[in-house]
């Protein structure tokens, strides 16, 4: 009988490099330290985009986070956040607990394959793809210069183009308007891939996009395909392409001249009486001894405000090193250190200033002062048109909307203002309901709570932090 031999591998060699050097990803979500919120504490090797994607996750889960210190030098991530739930309670869900550990230890152990989507759109562009992860629509991008009612105008095109519109949201910032709907076949309820339908779609809705009175530039316009996420759970990923839009048709710009019909922007609607407390105010200085740029952003707080001036940086091929996230009384503080990709620090005053636009946009953008109007229908071809043109026609302009379906309801939440700036008149929402001619449950929430002056703000800074030390370093060696 014949000896079989063959080489002896050890069961654990393949993991002697995290034996090594440890986890590649470790994640402690610790709901006993602290009273009032839950600690939630990643370590990873790191790599591009980590920060964003990790904040992508506690963001899909509605988490509000109240404190956050970041380090990522030396080829390591180290994160330690302070979240609380949309109630602002810990966090006791088991199943949201699950989802943070498994995403996180997943986006630490391999580099994630979904690159970051460039946004090469112009304004009046339609854009199509019906590509996965969602194969059952057809997506739409659209940029345009904005003007009362033109959300109204949209919904109405696709509907007298056939479609179902299945999700939608929008975003007007800066006298600019950009769109993400993903739309359906209404017979088959399958996505739209015939080339000529798809040609005439794009054909109606540009000219529907240019006709504009606006003096905003108009230059280019093209269709491509796209990959962008959507659906349950997906929901930051569509807001990171909102925001990739609105910055490609420079909505960090503000616009010459608006008519008077046009609805004003978020700070300009704010009361003088309370606009200091609200105020926006970000900063950069350089750090010479590190070689960093210290972005400082102080505004009022709100949820998914990190996730939005992370993502805006990083899009604007930025890297973050350290940072430190605080809020406390409505307000918050938010410090990072950033280099660009290259290695090099903001050195020019152009490119700072432009940063500063930028950031200050992508703060502005998402913030909607006004009336919120929540409405639920049984869904069918045509609702979204026909619930717009009662806002139109009631002197109401969307400035944002968020659209959905759940089975065989349609879940829809707009953002209104009345096109001439006075304030809105309820009797509109039986007109609403009247106008429907179907069942319909409508919510209206005030969107623009009062602020009592200027609070005190506690500040945590990295580099106040660094300066009391090295203070209290040079104190010690002159005793």
């Known amino acids: 009988m014949k000896k079989v031999c063959w080489p002896y591998f050890d069961p654990d060699f393949e993991n002697l490099p995290q034996r090594i050097f440890g986890p590649i990803c470790s994640i402690t979500i610790d709901n006993e330290s602290l009273e009032d919120c839950t600690l939630i504490k990643v370590d990873s090797v790191n790599k591009p985009d980590l920060l964003l994607e990790v904040v992508q996750v506690l963001t899909d889960l509605n988490l509000t986070i109240t404190k956050g210190y970041i380090s990522s030098d030396a080829g390591w991530f180290m994160d330690v956040f302070h979240v609380k739930d ?24 391999a580099r994630s394959t979904l690159e970051s989507p460039v946004a090469k759109a112009r304004t009046n562009k339609v854009v199509f793809t019906s590509k996965p992860p969602v194969p059952e629509h057809t997506a739409i991008e659209m940029t345009a210069a904005d003007r009362p009612g033109l959300f109204s105008e949209i919904s ?32 088959s309820d399958s ?24 003096p905003i530039d108009v230059k280019q316009q093209e269709v491509k395909t796209a990959d962008i996420l959507g659906g349950e759970g997906m929901m930051t990923n569509v807001e990171r392409r909102l925001h990739q839009l609105m910055f490609s048709v420079r909505d960090f710009d503000s616009p010459t001249s608006e008519p008077s019909t046009s609805p004003r922007s978020p700070l300009e609607c704010a009361d003088l009486d309370n606009e200091e407390g609200r105020k926006t105010i970000v900063s950069i200085e350089s750090c010479d001894e590190k070689g960093y740029s210290i972005v400082t952003v102080e505004c009022k707080d709100r949820p998914r405000l990190m ?17 430190s996230i605080h809020s406390c009384e409505g307000y918050a503080f938010q410090e990072y ?9 903001l050195n020019t005053e152009s490119e700072k200033d432009r940063v500063i636009k930028c950031l200050e946009a ?15 229908a049984n869904n069918r071809v045509g609702l979204l048109s026909d619930i717009t043109r009662v806002l139109r026609e009631n002197g109401l302009a969307v400035v944002r909307a968020d659209v959905a379906t759940q ?21 509109f929402v039986e007109s609403v309901k009247r106008e429907m001619g179907a069942p319909i449950h409508l ?6 709570p009062s602020m009592h002056g200027s609070p005190e703000r506690y500040r945590f800074s990295i580099r106040d932090m660094l300066k009391s030390h090295i203070e209290r370093f040079s104190h010690t060696l002159l005793q």
């Open 337 to 345: 250190f950033i280099r660009h990709t290259d290695g090099r620090p």
């Open 307 to 323: 996730f939005d001036t992370v993502c805006t940086l990083i899009d604007m091929d930025y890297v973050i090193f350290h940072a």
């Open 362 to 376: 992508a703060i502005e953008r998402r913030v909607c002062e006004g009336v919120k109007l929540e409405l639920c």
């Open 86 to 109: 949309e109630h602002g309670n810990k966090l006791a869900d088991q199943k949201a607990i699950n989802y943070i550990q498994q995403s996180t230890k997943a986006i630490g152990a």
């Open 443 to 448: 919510k209206v929430k005030n969107e623009t």
């Open 156 to 187: 109405a095109a696709l509907a007298d183009l056939h479609c179902n519109v299945v999700e939608a949201h929008a975003w007007s910032h800066n006298a600019r308007l950009a769109c993400v709907a993903y739309i359906s076949d209404p017979s």
């Open 407 to 427: 089975g065989e309801k349609a879940i829809n939440a707009f953002y209104v203002r009345d096109m001439s700036g006075n304030s809105i008149d309820m009797e």
């Open 191 to 214: 996505p739209i891939d015939d080339p000529l339908r798809l040609a005439s779609i794009e054909d109606h809705l540009t000219t529907v996009l240019r006709a504009t009175t606006l």
